[in-house]
């Protein structure tokens, strides 16, 4: 390792790799993960990098980026949308808001219409 690579200590890092769920340290150069593992296995690359402890008393996630809005993402595109905010589908599609309560009434009515079952609940 290199000076221009910063290992970041924390009280816990969760990996999401099943081979290595968890560890204490992770070394980053030019915005990538380069290793991932305790204070002694990044302390044998050479140079060692430059130890950052600002995350020491932290638990670490990768990969989560508003992730209270984005996880089930996918699964909701499967259902009519009557947000109030213009959004685009996972297909690219823009999708108009429904900017009142008329145009919800209006998108739940086709989509109860596209509906075979007439037991069936309508989820939007």
Same mark, same amino acid.
């Given at each position: ?33 380069v290793a991932v ?39 909701m595109w499967s ?13 690219g599609r823009l ?15 086709? *989509?109860? *219409? ?5 037991? *069936?609940?309508?989820?939007?």
């Open positions: 390792m290199s000076e221009d690579t910063a290992v970041f200590s924390a009280r816990k890092i969760i990996t999401m790799n099943p081979s290595r769920p968890l560890a204490t340290h992770v070394a980053v150069r030019e915005g990538r993960i593992g305790n204070e002694a296995e990044l302390a044998s690359f050479a140079g060692g990098g430059r130890l950052d402890d600002r995350f020491k008393d932290k638990v670490l996630l990768p990969g989560f980026v508003e992730g209270h809005s984005h996880v089930m993402e996918g699964t259902l009519p949308y009557v947000g109030a905010g213009d959004r685009r589908s996972p297909e999708v108009e808001g429904a900017r009142d309560i008329d145009a919800i009434v209006a998108r739940l009515k086709q *989509a109860e *219409a596209e509906i075979s079952d007439p037991n *069936a609940p309508l989820f939007a």
